[in-house]
């Protein structure tokens, strides 16, 4: 149990595994002849910074995980760097699909934006690095991903946790982009 709790929860947090909280890369449908693609270069802390549509015939091979809204992209590959992604938004037009850099999870009875936050934590972090293989491009596949342990609390507690982390998110993407404009403004006056 954390040290640091909502006052109005108590009560223990079970030990449990990804694949008992998740489903791993499920099954996906047949890929449509327009889609947009989700590569590891579109995301970058948990922001989607670039949105591509392409076209079937020229969609690599490792276009293959069709997406939903909320589910989860594990970056496996260079995890450290923590690209993971919250997919939402997802308007019915147009079909999303990532690449198979990324485990894609699933949850149907825990709140996604939790297990999403859970997989960016350093101590989450660290269990990952540790199953890694290679030098160059650290990766951990799928199967060793949904073995690691972590602890879970009930479905009200991840909600007010989630929320919590989400606005704390949010608030940060804000200052960013008031940051950015800030820069460009103070790069064109240095230009000039």
């Known amino acids: 149990v954390p040290a640091l709790r909502f006052p109005e929860f108590c009560g223990e947090w079970k030990d449990t595994t990804i694949s008992n909280e998740c489903a791993i890369n499920p099954t996906s449908d047949k890929l449509k002849a327009k889609f947009v693609y989700v590569d590891l270069e579109s995301v970058e802390k948990g922001e989607l910074v670039k949105k591509q549509v392409i ?44 690449s198979t850099g990324y485990a894609q999870l699933r949850t149907q009875r825990n709140n996604p934006a939790f297990i999403y936050h859970l997989l960016n934590t350093s101590s989450f972090n660290k269990k990952v690095i540790v199953r ?61």
Do not use: M
Request: charged letters at 25%; aromatic letters at 8%; proline letters at 3%.
């Open 55 to 98: 076209e079937i015939d020229n969609a690599p091979s490792r276009a293959q995980r069709v997406l939903q809204n909320k589910d989860i992209l594990f970056q496996c590959v260079r995890p450290y760097q923590k690209n993971n992604y919250l997919v939402k938004d997802i308007s019915s037009e147009i079909q999303w699909v990532a």
């Open 132 to 192: 890694c293989t290679g030098s160059s491009y650290p990766a951990i596949n799928s199967d060793d991903l949904s073995k690691i342990h972590f602890y879970i609390c009930g479905i009200d507690e991840q909600k007010r946790i989630a929320d919590f982390l989400s606005l704390l998110d949010e608030r940060i993407a804000t200052q960013n982009k008031i940051i950015e404009k800030l820069e460009t403004l103070i790069k064109g006056f240095v230009d000039s």
